[in-house]
């Protein structure tokens, strides 16, 4: 999740800036034929969507 801000700063050109939160949803290793996600072990790649999401969403109310 990130905010964009664009400046125009000539005509024709803008710098751009970027802030914002990364997540890590799963990964995959080069012997493995998926991501980490669609392992039966693993959390799948919704529900761990849902739980960043939610976590998100918790501390902006928060603070």
Same mark, same amino acid.
């Given at each position: ?6 400046? $125009? ?19 995959? *290793?080069? /012997? ?5 996600? $669609? ?19 918790? *501390?902006? /109310?928060?603070?």
């Amino acid at each position: 999740m990130s905010d964009q801000i664009a400046t $125009k700063t000539a005509l024709n050109h803008y710098d751009t800036q970027m802030n914002g939160l990364k997540f890590k949803i799963g990964h995959k *290793r080069p /012997k493995w034929k998926s991501f980490s996600y $669609k392992y039966p072990e693993r959390v799948p790649y919704k529900e761990k969507i849902i739980q960043i999401l939610e976590e998100v969403l918790n *501390r902006l /109310k928060s603070s």
